[in-house]
């Protein structure tokens, strides 16, 4: 009973994903080396917290993601180390980066310099993951998903990142959101805000392993004894679903909720007609005349 | 503003070639002196008598001199104009002249791009009532904020004052309910019965008249109110008006028919008071007519029960049923509780003091309309109908008819710097000291490289031992204790912690007095559009111009900030100049739509 109750308790199952925009690396204030050293310290950190534990790592590129680590498939002896973590995902890594490159030369409409990542991929793939362990027995640890995102947001995805976003509070996995950009990201904003996770812009982006290990690698049991950090506002605004830009002020569509910026006399969601009129029953001519 | 020296030609009418000449122009006279010393269109005029000037367009296509004339009053008709070399001259001149008037008739002077309009299509003040400036001038007394507003909009020539006011149509409507004052009306007692004092020993009889008294006599008989007016003071002074009265109603009341006979062929006077009032049968016989004919009644004149012998009680109680000639009035007490009734009902309609007799009969003379004529259509049936059962109804019993309206909604400024501070500090840590985004583009193959590079890097050189300095952990531990810290002491809700209280008391006032000009400025921006006449186009170009000089001074008070109030200015300055911006963005928006439709003209 110990042992379950243990298990049940402050056992992890972290998904991280990482954001591989090679358009935000390339001028980011922290090379890639560096984020990616203090990634796999996380990762392993979270490892040795728990011998349960378990961490994925998702890659979110331009025009695919993929998994680059997954504690389960630990080899034979089971011992897991840090070159062994490190060998694996680096490799797992650099394999991901040249597939990307290809996808991304082959699709043309990629091409222009303000791409975002694939963040709805990314986060379909870790909810469809912990799926997966949900269904595959009584026992499972807590899931939870943490966002290292550096690009900007992608208008044109809102859709399904919000969907995403309802998907992982239906399913109660916090989605924890870490800047390491320039800018705030409304749409990381609102999936912390409805999920109930951390919402973070560290501002000493050399200390970013520091960050990680004080606010993101505790487990859901002990967070509700811990006092992190809050979020004080949050970005509401939405994504129009005719022209893929942000607004904050639109039109929405009173049977499927789809937002538009302009009035439209026909749902592009769901069908229905705004301008159909009820037939005048006192048009009818009285035919005692 | 000095002088000028210009070349032109003077000339009396448009056809008149005109006299070459120099015209000097200083801020109190011009002068025009010509060429020829032995022309006789010397001028030396006084700016005084200057009351405007025009000018003419000068097109490419159609050859006109320019023109520009200087026009005195109306009234002594008349003026000076002068021909120029060219368009710049002439320009020059009119800038000169508008400066000039301008600065004498004490207004802005017109913008000198903008050519005057040849129609006057600005319309004079409006036509307000006494009560309505009276209201809004305590409406200005009493708030402050108010009248600091609407100094600087209406006296500031931005807002004309049916436009500050049409937006505030729901305090004037207070203020008018409010004046409202509960009417003096009748006493329900009958007071016509004047009992008189005598003393014993002679036949004398005092009646004691009071305006109250007299005032209830002419409201309830109408024919008494019109003798009066015709015979005092011309036939018979107000003494013997009231003597005879009396006289008529003590023949009356003792039911003494051959002495009233007799007296009433004797005195003509007396015999009005002896009859039937005709103005009470003329009444009752309309309101019959009003009857709805649908009702299938069989309605006629003689309905009223005036006429009926036997109808009724007399007025003293008896009944007494001798069929006596019909010159005499006889009054059942049904009809004059009626007539009572209804004088009560109406109230006393006059605001006049009750000083003496002459003003009673002349205010109630006022107040009493002609009943209209007998032919009247259902329509106007119809709105007789509304009045009278609104007249019918006693006022002070009912609730205020103010027409419902739903009040434009504006946020307290207090209240919405209040519930802006927890998004205030939303950057927290916005400040970007530790990373420099750089602005060089790359293509996505170099950007790829790149990356690809890094990762090569890390697989040569492996990890790093340690992956962070201790300093650095050390540092951002302090950074998180200091924002959660910070974070928990904002959730207590204290409101000496709010974001306006950490700003000097002086720049605090001055970002609520700008706050509240945004919001008056963008309410009358945005009902302007769409715009369709010229009228809403100058409005929203005062409005923009106005926007834009608040604009600048946020500016300058986000700049002027001391460092350490620096970021709540700036958290508290950002929502006003994003509505502002979307107002100018909008604003683009249209002239972009107006000419790319300027360019189709066909259409797409």
Not at chain 1, 178 to 189: K, M, P, Y
Not at chain 2, 302 to 324: C, V
Not at chain 2, 448 to 459: E, R, T, V
Request: with cysteine; hydrophobic share 35%.
């Amino acid at each position: 009973m110990a042992s379950s109750k243990l298990y049940s308790d402050d056992v992890s199952l972290a998904v991280v994903v990482v954001d591989t925009n090679p358009l935000f690396w390339a001028t980011a204030a922290l090379p890639f080396a560096d984020f990616f050293a203090h990634l796999i310290h996380y990762v392993n950190s979270l490892l040795l917290l728990n011998h349960l534990n378990h961490v994925v790592v998702i890659a979110a590129g331009l025009s695919s993601c993929t998994y680059i680590f997954d504690s389960s498939d630990a080899s034979a002896s089971g011992a897991a180390d840090v070159a062994a973590t490190f060998a694996k995902a680096s490799r797992k890594m650099d394999e991901f980066i040249a597939e990307d490159a290809r996808a991304t030369s082959s699709n043309g409409s990629v091409a222009d310099g303000n791409a975002a990542s694939l963040l709805s991929g990314a986060l379909s793939l870790a909810l469809c993951y912990i799926q997966r362990v949900f269904r595959s027995g009584t026992r499972h640890p807590q899931p939870r998903i943490l966002c290292l995102q550096g690009s900007p947001d992608g208008p044109e995805q809102y859709v399904a990142v919000m969907n995403s976003i309802f998907s992982a509070q239906r399913s109660m996995v916090p989605i924890d959101s870490c800047i390491v950009g320039t800018q705030d990201s409304a749409f990381l904003q609102q999936a912390s805000y409805i999920t109930g996770g951390v919402y973070l812009k560290p501002q000493e982006l050399n200390g970013l392993f520091q960050y990680l290990a004080a606010v993101f690698a505790t487990d859901l049991h002990s967070r509700t004894f811990l006092r992190l950090p809050k979020t004080l506002g949050v970005d509401f605004r939405a994504s129009c679903f005719c022209h893929k830009k942000t607004i904050d002020m639109g039109y929405v569509c009173s049977v499927c909720l789809s937002i538009f910026c302009k009035y439209h006399k026909k749902c592009s969601t769901c069908g229905s007609e705004f301008n159909r009129v009820m037939p005048d029953l006192n048009s009818v001519p009285d035919q005692r005349q | 503003m000095g002088s000028m020296t210009i070349g032109a030609k003077y000339k009396t009418t448009l056809k008149d070639p005109g006299t070459t000449g120099v015209l000097r122009m200083n801020e109190d006279k011009f002068t025009f002196t010509p060429h020829d010393p032995r022309s006789a269109m010397k001028l030396n005029v006084d700016f005084r008598s200057i009351k405007g000037h025009k000018f003419n367009k000068v097109d490419g296509s159609k050859p006109a001199p320019p023109l520009l004339n200087l026009s005195k009053d109306s009234d002594k008709g008349g003026g000076y104009m002068f021909e120029f070399d060219n368009v710049t001259n002439r320009d020059l001149s009119r800038d000169f002249v508008a400066k000039v008037l301008g600065k004498q008739q004490g207004t802005i002077p017109p913008k000198p791009n903008v050519p005057p309009e040849n129609s006057v299509t600005s319309t004079g003040e409006e036509q307000l009532s006494a009560a309505e400036m009276q209201r809004r001038m305590k409406l200005l007394q009493e708030d402050s904020e108010l009248q600091k507003l609407h100094m600087k909009f209406v006296l500031g020539n931005i807002l004309q004052e049916s436009e500050f006011w049409a937006t505030r149509k729901n305090l004037l409507e207070d203020e008018a309910n409010k004046g409202s004052k509960q009417r003096p009306g009748f006493k329900s007692a009958m007071l016509a019965d004047v009992r008189p004092s005598a003393d014993g020993r002679t036949n004398k009889v005092t009646f004691s008249l009071t305006t109250e008294i007299i005032h209830q006599i002419f409201a309830e008989k109408p024919a008494v109110h019109r003798a009066f007016l015709d015979f005092v003071p011309k036939k018979m002074s107000e003494k013997d008006f009231w003597t005879k009265y009396f006289r008529a109603e003590y023949l009356l009341r003792t039911k003494n028919t051959v002495a009233a006979t007799a007296e009433a062929a004797e005195d003509e006077e007396l015999a009005i008071f002896l009859k039937n009032d005709d103005i009470l049968a003329k009444e009752a016989r309309l309101k019959i007519k009003r009857v709805d004919p649908t009702l299938d009644m069989e309605a006629d004149a003689g309905d009223d029960y005036i006429h009926l012998p036997d109808h009724g009680i007399i007025r003293d109680g008896s009944k007494e049923t001798i069929d006596n000639d019909g010159e005499l009035a006889r009054r059942t007490l049904s009809q004059d509780l009626n007539r009572h009734a209804a004088v009560v009902l109406e109230g006393r309609s006059s605001d006049v003091e009750l000083t003496d007799t002459k003003t009673v009969a002349e205010a109630i003379a006022r107040s009493k309309k002609e009943p209209p004529s007998s032919s009247i259509s259902d329509d106007t049936n119809h709105e007789r109908l509304v009045k009278v059962a609104r007249m019918t109804e006693i006022e002070d019993l009912q609730a205020p008819r103010s027409l419902p309206y739903a009040p434009l909604c504006i946020k307290d400024p207090r209240e919405y710097f209040d519930s802006q501070q927890a998004n205030a500090l939303r950057s927290l840590g916005g400040n970007n000291d530790g990373r420099h985004a750089r602005n060089c583009r790359l293509s996505t193959d170099d950007a790829f490289d790149h990356l690809l590079g890094q990762i090569s890097s890390i697989k040569v050189n492996g990890l790093n031992y340690p992956v962070i300095q201790s300093d650095v952990a050390l540092k951002v531990l302090n950074e998180l204790n200091e924002g959660i810290s910070r974070s928990r002491r904002l959730n207590l809700k204290n409101p000496q912690d709010s974001l306006l209280g950490q700003i000097p008391r002086r720049t605090r006032d001055e970002l609520m007095d700008h706050w509240a000009a945004i919001q008056e400025l963008l309410q009358h921006f945005w009902s302007s559009y769409p715009i369709t006449t010229s009228v809403l186009y100058n409005k929203v170009q005062r409005i923009k111009d106005a926007m834009t000089q608040i604009y600048q001074k946020l500016q300058d008070i986000k700049e002027s900030a001391q460092p350490d109030v620096r970021h709540e200015i700036s958290q508290l300055v950002k929502p006003m100049t994003q509505a502002l911006d979307a107002a100018f963005n909008h604003d683009l928006e249209q002239q972009q739509k107006s000419s790319k439709s300027g360019n189709k003209p066909n259409g797409f």
